[in-house]
């Protein structure tokens, strides 16, 4: 007897019905719950792959820990700043920049870019010369040779590793009084372009030079530095030799992580996973009405059937609890069957690529266990509460003719 309610339930489920309308609202429900598990789960997992995909976009815009002054734009006690960082054993490389806004201007072209001016280390923190697709990454043999962002390239039309062909980039001058010559507004400097690289809409308008370009124009004295990126050993450590690196430096400097560098985007990231989410969770939850539809069609179907086991001193509790675990097993049906079309789907696009956010990029996916528990629970919770809400049949209702 204690299993009855369970094993009639399974057999309602199973077995053939009474009324073709019955089998057809009954599978009708698993359909349904299986779509939309299925669509849960590949849209969360392929904001999973998008938050990879994010990382790899940025991964070149900032360091694991970045360096900064809380009072002004340079960095005080360099020195002292260099000796901290070189003696810790969990910073593998670090990197002096100054970054600062330009005009660029080529053959009577002009625009707005970010100038960056960085050491000869740069690249050991964040290896944008792999990115180069075109020319070569400057040698710092020279302070005038640049690295430049494709797109500015290409709307100036600057002619690439020419010596022949020099952009001017314009740096306005501090101060105050009278303005007597062109050199009182601002420094210049002509420039070689020796390569570009894709910005990715991370690095868009930008321009990689040596640091002494960028001293020179902002007239600053030599080994200066508005940030100081960091590489580490262990990424994961992040937080740790942070609050190290807080505890040694002093007060004046401040220390940003990757995340807390890139925190509003991240927000953004995650705030539109969260309202996906929410949609979802709706469509789930109407998707349960069908749910409640089968009970219903089932209680009316059967209806002969449950009074006989009344008569036979049946408790209504447990005839209440054949219609819950009909509606669990409808739910625990479309969950399993969504979550394998669903990882099935997935993989096709893992090793396909066959679905595509634009002509070359395919819409990435990961598959990760929390996604499954996610849909798991949000398909349960909602289904266990339509299938409890609808079982809570009277007595009366079964007796009565």
Same mark, same amino acid.
């Given at each position: 007897?204690?299993?009855?309610?369970?094993?009639?339930?399974?057999?309602?489920?199973?077995?053939?019905?009474?009324?073709?309308?019955?089998?057809?609202?009954?599978?009708?429900?698993?359909?349904?719950?299986?779509?939309?598990?299925?669509?849960?789960?590949?849209?969360?997992?392929?904001?999973?792959?998008?938050? %990879?995909?994010?990382?790899?976009?940025?991964?070149? *815009?900032?360091?694991?820990?970045?360096?900064?002054?809380?009072?002004?734009?340079?960095?005080?006690?360099?020195?002292?700043?260099?000796?901290?960082?070189?003696?810790?054993?969990?910073?593998?490389?670090?990197?002096?920049?100054?970054?600062?806004?330009?005009?660029?201007?080529?053959?009577?072209?002009?625009?707005?870019?970010?100038?960056?001016?960085?050491?000869?280390?740069?690249?050991?923190?964040?290896?944008?010369?792999?990115?180069?697709?075109?020319?070569?990454?400057?040698?710092?043999?020279?302070?005038?040779?640049?690295?430049?962002?494709?797109?500015?390239?290409?709307?100036?039309?600057?002619?690439?590793?020419?010596?022949?062909? @020099?952009?001017?980039?314009?740096?306005?001058?501090?101060? !105050?009084?009278?303005?007597?010559?062109?050199? %009182?507004? @601002?420094?210049?400097?002509?420039?070689?372009?020796?390569?570009?690289?894709?910005?990715? %809409?991370?690095?868009?308008?930008?321009?990689?030079?040596?640091?002494?370009?960028?001293?020179?124009?902002?007239?600053?004295?030599?080994?200066?530095? @508005?940030?100081?990126?960091?590489?580490?050993?262990?990424?994961?450590?992040? %937080?740790?030799?942070?609050?190290?690196?807080?505890?040694?430096?002093?007060?004046?400097?401040?220390?940003?992580?990757?995340?807390?560098?890139?925190?509003?985007?991240?927000?953004?990231?995650?705030?539109?996973?969260?309202?996906?989410?929410?949609?979802?969770?709706?469509?789930?939850?109407?998707?349960?009405?069908?749910?409640?539809?089968?009970?219903?069609?089932?209680?009316?179907?059967?209806?002969?059937?449950?009074?006989?086991?009344?008569?036979?001193?049946?408790?209504?509790?447990?005839?209440?609890?054949?219609?819950?675990?009909?509606?669990?097993?409808?739910?625990?049906?479309?969950?399993?069957?969504?979550?394998?079309?669903?990882?099935?789907?997935?993989?096709?696009?893992?090793?396909?690529?066959?679905?595509?956010?634009?002509? !070359? *990029?395919?819409?990435?996916?990961?598959?990760?266990?929390?996604?499954?528990?996610?849909?798991?629970?949000?398909?349960?919770?909602?289904?266990?509460?339509?299938?409890?809400?609808?079982?809570?049949?009277?007595?009366? @209702?079964?007796?009565?003719?």
């Amino acid at each position: 007897m204690k299993n009855i309610a369970f094993y009639i339930a399974s057999r309602y489920l199973l077995a053939k019905k009474g009324s073709t309308a019955v089998t057809f609202i009954t599978w009708l429900a698993i359909g349904a719950m299986t779509v939309a598990v299925t669509a849960m789960f590949v849209i969360i997992s392929v904001f999973s792959g998008l938050e %990879d995909l994010n990382k790899d976009l940025i991964s070149n *815009l900032h360091a694991d820990l970045t360096i900064k002054s809380n009072s002004g734009k340079t960095i005080k006690d360099l020195n002292k700043v260099n000796q901290i960082l070189k003696s810790n054993p969990e910073i593998k490389s670090f990197s002096r920049i100054i970054e600062e806004k330009v005009y660029i201007s080529y053959n009577g072209k002009g625009d707005i870019a970010f100038l960056r001016g960085v050491d000869s280390a740069y690249t050991k923190v964040n290896p944008i010369n792999k990115d180069v697709f075109y020319g070569s990454y400057p040698g710092f043999e020279y302070s005038n040779e640049v690295l430049m962002e494709n797109s500015l390239d290409n709307r100036l039309s600057i002619p690439v590793d020419s010596n022949r062909d @020099y952009a001017t980039v314009f740096m306005p001058k501090p101060g !105050t009084g009278m303005i007597n010559k062109e050199e %009182d507004i @601002y420094n210049k400097k002509d420039i070689i372009v020796t390569g570009v690289f894709p910005g990715k %809409d991370q690095l868009d308008n930008y321009i990689i030079s040596p640091i002494e370009l960028t001293e020179e124009l902002l007239s600053l004295p030599k080994n200066s530095a @508005y940030q100081i990126v960091i590489k580490l050993n262990n990424p994961e450590n992040a %937080d740790l030799v942070k609050d190290r690196l807080l505890s040694s430096l002093g007060k004046n400097i401040e220390v940003k992580t990757k995340e807390e560098e890139n925190a509003a985007f991240w927000k953004m990231i995650n705030t539109e996973k969260l309202f996906i989410y929410l949609i979802f969770a709706l469509v789930i939850f109407i998707t349960t009405f069908n749910l409640a539809g089968a009970i219903i069609i089932l209680q009316l179907d059967k209806k002969e059937q449950a009074k006989s086991l009344i008569s036979m001193g049946l408790p209504l509790i447990q005839l209440r609890k054949m219609y819950f675990y009909t509606g669990v097993l409808i739910v625990v049906c479309g969950i399993i069957s969504g979550v394998i079309l669903g990882t099935v789907l997935c993989y096709f696009q893992l090793y396909s690529g066959f679905f595509k956010a634009n002509e !070359t *990029l395919p819409f990435p996916v990961k598959i990760v266990g929390k996604n499954y528990f996610i849909v798991a629970i949000t398909a349960s919770l909602f289904g266990f509460i339509i299938s409890w809400v609808f079982s809570k049949i009277s007595k009366e @209702y079964i007796t009565k003719n």
